[in-house]
């Protein structure tokens, strides 16, 4: 029974171009959340979902930045133009039900802006 | 507006020893509170968990006490292993739907 599978690990991108993290959730899991970690801070919550929904986006900036989480296949967390700023790890978790029994993070994507 | 503070970056100590971290939380409405345990380059992974009408959680060597009056709750981890150095995050959930809201973390360091 895979973890939480997020993909890529690293991921480079110029200034203006589009980010793309993908994130699949643990089998049986219909909850999926994704955090930023920027250096030296603890995560901050982005997103939260589940099948084709979007519950909680609360802590998504207002432009640039999207999130999916399709019937088929995994949540997609996108950032267009991306900036200097963006660079942070990138860290998506699942959970069967709610958070409370702790959810099963993934090992994140670290996206550097160049 | 961090509601949850993790006032100590970093804590060192000697194996064998009670490691105790510890966490201050602003929101009384939170009612449930966790604990994360993060090494370089990986995920946080979810160690004990306590709900707010408890003041005591135990789970083998890892111990969360909650003080609501005081909003504040401690990990202890006795006895400490080089193996327990890592980031530790304690995070709150209650009002605000599915989300987690995290402290800064403290790095603790535990020396043979």
């Known amino acids: 029974n895979a973890g939480v599978m997020q993909n890529p690990r690293h991921l480079v991108r110029r200034r203006g171009q589009e980010a793309r993290l993908r994130c699949s959730p643990m089998k049986g899991h219909s909850h999926v959340y994704w955090y930023r970690q920027l250096p030296e801070e603890g995560l901050k919550f982005m997103v939260y979902?589940?099948?084709?929904?979007?519950?909680?986006e609360s802590g998504m900036p207002k432009e640039r930045f999207s999130a999916e989480f399709p019937k088929e296949g995994p949540s997609i967390l996108r950032i267009q133009q991306v900036v200097r700023g963006d660079s942070a790890a990138y860290f998506c978790a699942s959970s069967p039900t709610g958070p409370n029994q702790g959810y099963t993070f993934g090992s994140g994507t670290r996206l550097t802006v160049v | 507006d961090q509601q949850v503070k993790q006032n100590s970056p970093s804590l060192s100590v000697q194996e064998g020893r009670i490691s105790i971290l510890n966490c201050d939380y602003t929101?009384?409405?939170?009612?449930?509170f966790l604990w994360y345990k993060k090494y370089p380059a990986e995920g946080p992974t979810f160690l004990i968990s306590?709900?707010?009408?408890?003041d005591k959680n135990e789970d083998g060597r890892f111990t969360v006490f909650l003080n609501k009056s005081a909003k504040h709750l401690s990990l202890h981890i006795v006895p400490s292993q080089p193996g327990d150095s890592a980031v530790y995050f304690c995070a709150a959930s209650g009002n605000q739907g599915g989300k987690l809201i995290f402290g800064q973390g403290t790095e603790l360091s535990v020396k043979p």
């Open positions: 979902l589940q099948k084709e929904n979007i519950i909680d």
């Open positions: 929101n009384s409405m939170f009612d449930y």
């Open positions: 306590i709900s707010s009408i408890k």
